[in-house]
Structure formats: C-alpha cells, structure tokens
C-alpha cells in the first residue's frame, strides 16, 4: 500500500519563484524525507525530518512536518532552472527503518 | 569509495536468462537496501540487510529474486528465468544503522529484459 503520496504529480513554475510540494501519509513514523532523482537514476537526499520536529531549514529548502494531520510539504525558494527535477518523500517507519516512498512530483522550472 | 556503486550500469537479457545485479555500498555502512523503480513511478522496496542477514525480504516478488551480501560489504541481487515485467531501474541504497537512517543511493542498473 501507498504510504506517502504527494501533490502535485506535475508542477511547471518560472525560475525565481517558489515551489511548494505536499506529501501525505498513513501511519505513523519515525521520520520523513525528501529525495530528489534527476534522469530516472540515483535519489539524492535533500533533508530529514523528525516526528518530533515541525520545521526545518537547508539552504532554499524549508520542510513542514504536520503529524496531526499526516502531512509534509517541501518549499523551494527562488527556484532555478537545475531544480528540475523528480521529488519523492519518503517515510521511515519501524523498527527496520524502511523507507516507503510516494510516486514523486515532477518539478519543471522554466527558465 | 566515495559513494555508493553499482554495476552493470545497464544490461540488455532476453526472456528466461538470470541476470546478477551488484552493490558496493558507502563504506563503513552497516545496513543496505535494494529497491526496485519501474518506469514513472515511484520505489519499490525489495529487501534490506543489516550486516550480511536479512531480516526483511518481505519486497521480493517472486521466488526467481535473491539476494545476498558478504562481509557486510558487496550485495548481489540475482533474478532467474527474468520476464518482461522485470524490466525496471534497480537501485541500492547505503546507511549507517543510526537514528537519522539516511540512505544513499547508487546510480542503479537500467534492467531491459526482451
């Protein structure tokens, strides 16, 4: 079953605005994390949040964290044009530390 | 290495031939994972270890996926017989077994079987 889902599948915006990207998920966790996978191949780890924590911040990226109502959103700030990119949250759960992942949003920033 | 290595980058099988995938993880990374993205879609959980047991195979979809891993380093996934259905990018993912578990992921092997 699904764990995390995000929103939008698609987002297209104009480089220097800000991208907002939602994640929901079922159960309960241990954490949630962002990735990010350019051309189909390696995900790269952008931030980590603990259940426990509500907000984080690295560089133009700010992550919500709302366990109440099972959800996450990722803010890039003053995108650019090589943010283009898949992003998939992914949380841990567990005693095995699985990451589940959602299908991943296509970020696309036009230049 | 610096990061996480996997090979072949991409393999070409037909229908029916077994395929061996391999994984040199981060080193010093106790814990391991293979996943499993097929095209336009998100990960598939495949299976972990931590060290060279695996306590959670529960992602292999069939009894033609195996995997194992030796002094706690290499991992080789082996699939038998592959079918069409296989065709995916397989990735392996490193952490260390700590409270932020943070995985780092090899570039993956693109899997074609014909």
């Known amino acids: 079953s699904q764990q995390g889902e995000e929103d939008p599948q698609a987002l297209s915006i104009q480089e220097g605005e800000n991208a907002t990207m939602n994640c929901s998920y079922k159960t309960s966790i241990n954490n949630l994390q962002w990735y990010r996978q350019n051309s189909g191949r390696g995900l790269v780890h952008l931030i980590l949040i603990r259940s426990n924590e509500r907000e984080k911040h690295s560089g133009r990226l700010r992550v919500t964290l709302d366990t109440s109502k099972k959800s996450s959103s990722l803010l890039i700030t003053a995108s650019r044009a090589a943010d283009t990119a898949s992003y998939f949250c992914a949380t841990e759960t567990g005693a095995n530390s699985k990451l589940t992942f959602g299908k991943g949003i296509t970020l696309s920033v036009r230049p | 290495g610096a990061g996480v290595s996997q090979s072949p980058s991409n393999k070409v099988t037909e229908k029916g031939k077994d395929v061996e995938l391999r994984c040199d993880p981060i080193?010093?990374?106790?814990?391991l994972y293979w996943y499993r993205q097929s095209l336009g879609q998100g990960l598939e959980f495949l299976i972990y270890?931590?060290?060279?047991?695996?306590?959670?195979k529960s992602g292999l979809p069939s009894d033609r996926f195996s995997a194992e891993r030796t002094g706690g380093s290499v991992s080789t996934l082996t699939i038998q017989r592959t079918q069409q259905e296989d065709s995916a990018v397989y990735l392996c993912?490193?952490?260390?077994?700590?409270?932020?578990?943070?995985?780092?992921f090899g570039p993956g092997t693109r899997l074609t079987v014909l």
């Open positions: 270890f931590q060290g060279n047991s695996a306590p959670d």
């Open positions: 080193s010093g990374h106790t814990a």
């Open positions: 993912a490193s952490s260390l077994w700590t409270e932020d578990n943070t995985q780092y």
